[in-house]
């Protein structure tokens, strides 16, 4: 949700205004209703129905109001999996949400959006997924109204995270079809990493060619300018800031910390590990379970500054990418706002984009995710080196992460399809 709000937020700056298409009342695992503040004013949101299949899931499967099948299906624990609710969950979701479960607002979405180009005059579509359904729109507003079009990947497609790992032959027909008729049909592809980009090629190798943009992710200085930080601990604070679910999650930090308590250690008499944001259930039972659960608090979800100021107000800022291909490109959302920080970083994550960026720039220090050795390793220099001592990075890294300048070389890419400066 940043990545769109904040070009929302600065465009303007760059001479484009931006006009915004999303859906009415629709459902979502989480709220941050103080992101409403950042929208300038005057800026024209157009909502259009949508019909989703999440409230009916969470009766039939008895799960809690704040879960959604997006993130509910990678939070189980292998009991509630062989439960048939779930198994019959996942089957549909798999077979008939092509992309995603998001699909049924396309009608709805083309219809408006066909609508707000003629009237707003609109010189450029942005489409940003996940869902991927945005980039079907972007995709049918190209080709029946032949307006420029970006399609913008915050994640790759097929077989990622968030997405079914198995569906039936023919619904994975379909969604190839639907990702090669997206890549082959945008006028520029951006993607957040060089990863990302290659996962969709490796699918589609005949589409390589100069249309493909790199456009970080990154951090907004002024959502730091204002934010109090909370009072230190007497212990150091490692803390973990946003959601954890399926591969991504604390196990093998866990077992480093356990054999450091079983081997008497006096780490564990000087840390406490905080996670602040959702945590699949899975992982909540693996913690409450730890022989380190004492040195475990959890925050439930709050807003982005209250976040923010439970980062800027802790000692080392944790970043786990578990070990996986499709992981060595993945430069996650969640990094650059841990440089904006300006914390040391602990880094469980293989070898890729996001170690080479850390160590390059003496961010932190980086063990292999399942590596429990080079875990405790890391764990003890970290802790024993840099903790509570705060080393802002090189400016020249900050600025080019800024999400103002990345807001700028988009306005520069529709300049470019446009012919507008």
């Given at each position: 949700m940043?990545?769109?709000?904040?070009f929302i937020?600065?465009?303007?700056?760059?001479?484009?205004?931006p006009?915004?298409?999303?859906?009415?009342?629709a459902d979502y695992?989480?709220?941050?209703?103080?992101?409403?503040n950042?929208?300038?004013a005057?800026?024209?949101i157009?909502r259009s129905?949508?019909?989703?299949?999440?409230?009916?899931?969470?009766k039939f499967?008895?799960r809690?109001?704040?879960?959604?099948?997006d993130?509910?299906t990678?939070?189980?624990?292998?009991?509630?999996?062989r439960?048939l609710?779930e198994?019959?969950?996942?089957?549909?979701?798999?077979?008939?949400?092509?992309?995603d479960?998001?699909?049924a607002?396309?009608?709805?979405?083309?219809?408006?959006?066909?609508?707000?180009?003629?009237?707003?005059?609109?010189?450029?579509?942005?489409?940003?997924a996940?869902?991927?359904t945005?980039?079907?729109?972007?995709?049918?507003?190209?080709?029946n109204?032949?307006?420029?079009?970006?399609?913008?990947?915050?994640?790759?497609w097929?077989?990622w995270?968030s997405?079914?790992?198995?569906?039936?032959?023919?619904?994975?027909?379909?969604?190839?079809?639907?990702?090669s008729s997206?890549?082959?049909y945008?006028?520029?592809?951006i993607?957040?990493t060089p990863?990302?980009?290659?996962?969709?090629l490796s699918?589609?190798?005949?589409l390589?060619?100069?249309r493909?943009k790199?456009?970080?992710?990154?951090?907004?200085?002024?959502?730091?300018?204002?934010?109090?930080?909370k009072?230190?601990?007497?212990?150091?604070?490692?803390?973990?800031?946003?959601?954890?679910?399926g591969?991504?999650?604390?196990?093998?930090l866990?077992?480093?910390?356990?054999e450091?308590?079983s081997?008497?250690?006096d780490?564990?008499?000087?840390?406490r590990?905080?996670?602040?944001?959702?945590?699949?259930?899975?992982?909540?039972?693996?913690?409450?379970?730890?022989?380190?659960?004492?040195?475990?608090?959890r925050?439930?979800?709050?807003t982005h500054?209250?976040s923010?100021?439970y980062l800027?107000?802790s000692d080392?800022?944790?970043l786990?990418?578990?070990d996986?291909?499709?992981?060595a490109?993945?430069?996650?959302?969640?990094?650059?706002e841990?440089i904006?920080?300006?914390?040391?970083i602990?880094?469980?994550a293989?070898?890729g984009?996001?170690?080479?960026?850390?160590?390059?720039?003496k961010?932190g220090?980086?063990?292999?995710?399942k590596r429990?050795?080079?875990?405790?390793?890391?764990?003890?220099g970290?802790?024993?080196?840099?903790a509570?001592?705060?080393s802002?990075p090189?400016p020249s890294?900050i600025?080019?992460?800024?999400r103002?300048i990345?807001?700028?070389?988009?306005?520069?890419?529709?300049?470019e399809?446009t012919?507008k400066?």
């Open positions: 940043q990545r769109p709000l904040k937020k600065y465009l303007r700056e760059f001479g484009w205004e006009v915004v298409l999303t859906a009415k009342d695992p989480a709220y941050d209703e103080t992101f409403v950042e929208i300038p005057g800026v024209k157009y129905r949508i019909v989703e299949p999440y409230r009916f899931y969470r499967t008895g809690n109001a704040d879960e959604s099948t993130i509910a990678l939070t189980l624990d292998e009991q509630d999996k439960k609710s198994r019959i969950s996942e089957w549909v979701r798999s077979a008939m949400f092509v992309p479960a998001r699909i607002w396309l009608p709805f979405a083309y219809s408006l959006a066909k609508k707000v180009i003629y009237k707003e005059n609109i010189d450029v579509v942005l489409s940003t996940p869902p991927y945005t980039n079907l729109i972007g995709m049918l507003l190209h080709r109204l032949n307006v420029p079009w970006i399609a913008d990947f915050r994640d790759s097929i077989g995270l997405t079914p790992q198995w569906r039936p032959e023919l619904s994975r027909a379909l969604e190839r079809w639907m990702e997206v890549l082959r945008a006028d520029r592809v993607t957040v990863g990302v980009k290659e996962d969709l699918r589609n190798p005949g390589r060619d100069g493909w790199l456009l970080y992710n990154g951090f907004d200085p002024a959502d730091f300018a204002q934010v109090q930080p009072p230190k601990q007497d212990k150091i604070t490692i803390i973990y800031s946003g959601s954890l679910y591969n991504r999650n604390p196990e093998y866990l077992r480093a910390l356990e450091l308590k081997e008497g250690s780490l564990l008499n000087r840390i590990l905080l996670f602040v944001g959702r945590v699949g259930e899975a992982i909540m039972k693996r913690m409450e379970n730890s022989s380190v659960a004492g040195l475990i608090e925050i439930p979800y709050v500054a209250e923010l100021s800027t107000g080392i800022s944790l786990i990418i578990d996986a291909p499709e992981n490109g993945i430069l996650t959302g969640k990094l650059f841990y904006g920080a300006g914390n040391p602990l880094a469980l293989p070898e984009n996001a170690a080479d960026l850390i160590r390059k720039n961010l220090l980086v063990a292999h995710p429990v050795d080079e875990i405790k390793k890391v764990l003890l970290i802790v024993g080196s840099r509570g001592h705060k802002p090189d890294l600025h080019q992460f800024e103002r990345l807001t700028k070389q988009l306005a520069e890419m529709m300049g399809l012919g400066d």
